[in-house]
């Protein structure tokens, strides 16, 4: 394998981010930081880097009181001759949270940084340093690139256990030691609060940290940006956030379950008080942009959006995909036209433009939903589908109109590495769509990879449909429905692109870093 070594990082780990980590993280899980209030700013949420390119990246940093954000670089530990970045000021007016984009960076370089918070009307007092690193995109295919991927974290009650060491999957993930890690979605479970104690089958007890703002669905910003900070009570997620750069997408349950533009929630519904989706979205989208390093989100991006490329070098492109804020009701998706669809027509047309564009080897389409697998919304009792397919294996209908318009373009534009990673179902599979098997043929035979959950409920597999032609060539699921993280079925999958002979393998993972499944995918290849 020609992916490069990383020789410093792990000992970042037991030198200066442990040392500065130590002074900084909460004292104890089960609330917020309580620090002694001496003037001096503290970093007790941790350090996340995002959206790094071959050279630039954001720096995100909370702290708990009013402060000048300062981000120093250096090519070393030891901090000799630093850069320095001048951060926004953190305030109320973002919850105290800020990003500084650090720019001119070396391409495939190891960059150590430190964040420092300084008091707005003495600069010369700051609070203890928080450090991390990270590489930058390197701009030579011989590097090679390695990422992981998965999504679904603290959903169906099951939160923070101290018992069993917190969300320890983000350990397994760090000893792979991974170019970025993408979230496919459902980051928080905005709608899902979490009690101190949950039953466990076998009649033991789970116990959760808990906080004031998951006590209830979040309806405030206020209970937004709380359900945000629930995660970051981990110490595993803060180290992990620490050393590997994010790629971050949202789906339903950072607003609500199975949510739509323009849905209004119905009065049986007796734990909103706010019945505007619109309006949820709208405040859990602010949270959203303030607690994640998300180039097109930060405060004057002009996008203003979640989907967007991320040029990862000659091997690598990443496409984002926001399959939410632009989708139509769910409904039972049998309509013979639907020029939304779940993407919308705007992004629809970007995707095809960018796809177009790509000269990468290998264009990983990130989306926060899969295409085959029939996801049904029972909410409220109405018999609608939640994804693309809705169980007919016929002509495409509905959402799969859009996607069949995707894969046609594809296929004429003559566009080849495209695989598909999406999370969202609660279990891991492999599915390949052939047109010997579809119904919709004028596409070219293509790969969809699913992993998922970090830290929630695990379910049963998903029923495939297949227009598309799939076949699950490999699955592992319960045969429970929400089967705790005690229980495992906890996943994540990593994705290795060899920089010298270009092949990509897929590998879907236990939490414990266990190796469940195999494939790799030969560049320039069509129907692999």
């Known amino acids: 394998m020609s992916h490069r070594p990383f020789p410093g990082r792990r000992s970042v780990l037991r030198g200066s981010l442990a040392a500065s980590a130590a002074l900084t993280l909460p004292v104890g899980l089960g609330a917020a930081p309580a620090f002694a209030r001496s003037g001096r700013p503290q970093a007790g949420w941790g350090v996340q880097t995002g959206d790094v390119t071959t050279d630039s990246g954001l720096v995100w940093v909370r702290s708990d009181r009013p402060a000048r954000m300062i981000v120093e670089t250096s090519a070393t530990e030891s901090f000799r001759n630093p850069r320095r970045f001048h951060g926004p000021l953190l305030d109320a007016g973002t919850d105290f949270t800020g990003t500084t984009r650090l720019h001119g960076l070396p391409s495939g370089e190891q960059i150590h940084y430190r964040v420092l918070l300084a ?9 203890e340093p928080v450090a991390g690193a990270f590489r930058t995109v390197s701009r030579h295919r011989r590097d090679g690139v390695r990422f992981l991927w998965s999504g679904d974290l603290a959903g169906q009650g099951w939160g923070i256990n101290p018992d069993r060491g917190g969300y320890r999957i983000y350990d397994a993930m760090a000893g792979l030691d991974p170019d970025f890690f993408l979230c496919s979605g459902d980051n928080i479970y905005a709608d899902g609060p979490i009690s101190a104690t949950q039953a466990l089958p076998d009649g033991s007890t789970w116990r959760n940290v808990t906080t004031e703002e998951k006590a209830k669905v979040a309806e405030t910003l206020a209970e937004f940006r709380g359900n945000f900070r629930y995660n970051l009570l981990d110490d595993n997620l803060r180290r992990f956030n ?3 750069p994010s790629v971050i997408q949202w789906d339903d349950h950072e607003v609500r379950n199975n949510w739509y533009p323009g849905e209004v929630i119905a009065a049986t519904d007796t734990r909103y008080t706010e019945k505007s989706v619109d309006v949820l979205a709208a405040r859990a989208r602010r949270a959203f942009g303030e607690y994640f390093p998300i180039s097109t989100l930060r405060p004057g991006a002009k996008e203003g959006r979640v989907h967007r ?3 990862q070098g000659p091997l690598l492109d990443v ?3 926001d399959m939410r804020t632009y989708r139509n009701a769910n409904s039972p998706d049998g309509q013979t036209v639907d020029p939304q669809g779940i993407l919308g027509r705007e992004q629809l047309q970007w995707l095809k433009r960018e796809l177009s564009r790509s000269r990468a080897v290998w264009k990983v ?3 926060d939903m899969p295409i085959g697998l029939v996801v049904p919304d029972t909410t409220e009792g109405r018999p609608n589908f939640e994804a693309v397919a809705q169980g007919d294996p016929g002509a495409p209908l509905g959402r799969e109109l859009q996607i069949a318009e995707l894969l046609r373009f594809i296929k004429h534009r003559r566009i080849t590495g495209t695989v598909w990673l999406t999370a969202d179902v609660h279990h891991t599979s492999a599915q390949h769509y052939q047109p010997s098997r579809a119904a919709f043929t004028d596409f070219e035979p293509f790969w969809e990879f699913v992993s998922g959950p970090l830290n929630a409920g695990a379910f049963p597999a998903s029923a495939l449909d297949g227009t598309f032609g799939p076949e699950r060539v490999f699955v592992k699921a319960p045969t429970a429905s929400n089967v705790s993280p005690a229980g495992g079925y906890q996943f994540f999958g990593e994705v290795d692109i060899d920089g010298g002979s ?5 590998r879907l993972r236990e939490q414990d870093g ?4 195999t494939k790799s995918l030969q560049p320039g290849r069509v129907g692999q």
């Open 309 to 311: 490329v991320l040029r």
């Open 242 to 244: 620490a050393r590997v």
């Open 502 to 506: 270009g092949e990509l393998t897929v």
């Open 365 to 367: 389409i990130a989306a």
């Open 119 to 127: 008091d707005p009307d003495d600069p010369r007092r700051t609070g």
């Open 514 to 517: 266990t190796v469940l499944f």
């Open 319 to 321: 496409f984002v995909l």
